[in-house]
Nanobody, 122 residues
């Protein structure tokens, strides 16, 4: 199995910054893409940013220019640098990875972290 562990959430004032980290471990053969999603109360989970193994990135319009996603392939980790935070960024942030496992190298599986709370006060 594969586990994703997130860290770095917390409470910050509007305009502040936070950096989220997510490390994947377990029976990993390769990681194709990693991403950050978020879910605010009463809302559906939405994509914040993703990054594929080659390094190409994609951002939601609401965070473009403020958030930066990066990954360390050697550490099977992904990061989200969040700057100029706004109260509307308040949500539980989830890490996601598309993984090929050692036991099933012809199949990609989607794994999720447990989520980390980000709260931005006005």
């Amino acid at each position: 199995q594969v586990q994703l562990v997130e860290s770095g959430g917390g409470l910050v004032q509007a305009g502040g910054s936070l950096r989220l980290s997510c490390a994947a471990s377990g029976n990993i053969f390769s990681i194709n893409a990693m991403a950050w999603y978020r879910q605010a109360p009463g809302n559906q989970r939405e994509l914040v940013a993703d990054i594929i193994s080659g390094g190409s990135t994609n951002y939601a319009g609401s965070v473009k220019g403020r958030f930066t996603i990066s990954r360390d392939n050697a550490k099977n980790s992904v990061y989200l640098q969040m700057n100029s935070l706004k109260p509307e960024d308040t949500a539980v942030y989830y890490c996601n990875a598309l993984v090929t496992t050692v036991q099933a190298r012809d199949t990609m599986f989607s794994f999720w972290g447990q989520g980390t709370q980000v709260t931005v006060s006005s």
